[in-house]
């Protein structure tokens, strides 16, 4: 259903969402990760994109790159308790990377 939404309306912000939540939701990060990233270039005040782009970013190792998405989505929605419970355990785990992985450098872009 929704991807035939998004067929008919393929600029609609709300729709790339959506299908985000969902192929999160069921697993399919790369198809997740694709949506919440379109989502963001339809509109990059986006914060639930941004905090889903974090979420598909931090499963996939991507940590230091998922904070800087995650910290965006704070600064756009602080009382989001998704988001402040998300901030955390993802702050350990990226410091226990080391640091930037190889090819990333802690930005917030996709």
């Given at each position: 259903m929704l991807e035939r939404a998004q067929d008919l309306q393929p600029d609609k912000g709300s729709v790339c969402e959506a299908l985000g939540r969902a192929y999160y939701a069921t697993g399919r990060l790369p198809?997740?990760?694709?949506?919440?990233?379109?989502?963001?270039?339809?509109?990059?005040?986006?914060?639930?994109?941004?905090?889903?782009?974090?979420?598909?970013?931090a499963r996939t190792g991507e940590r230091?790159?998922?904070?800087?998405h995650l910290r965006l989505a704070l600064v756009m929605r602080p009382?989001?308790?998704?988001?402040?419970?998300?901030?955390?355990?993802?702050?350990?785990?990226?410091?226990?990377?080391?640091?930037s992985a190889a090819g990333d450098h802690g930005t917030a872009s996709e």
């Open positions: 198809a997740a990760r694709a949506q919440f990233s379109r989502a963001l270039e339809l509109d990059p005040s986006n914060d639930y994109a941004h905090f889903g782009l974090a979420l598909c970013l230091r790159r998922a904070l800087g009382g989001a308790r998704a988001y402040q419970r998300a901030l955390g355990p993802l702050e350990r785990a990226a410091s226990a990377d080391g640091g």
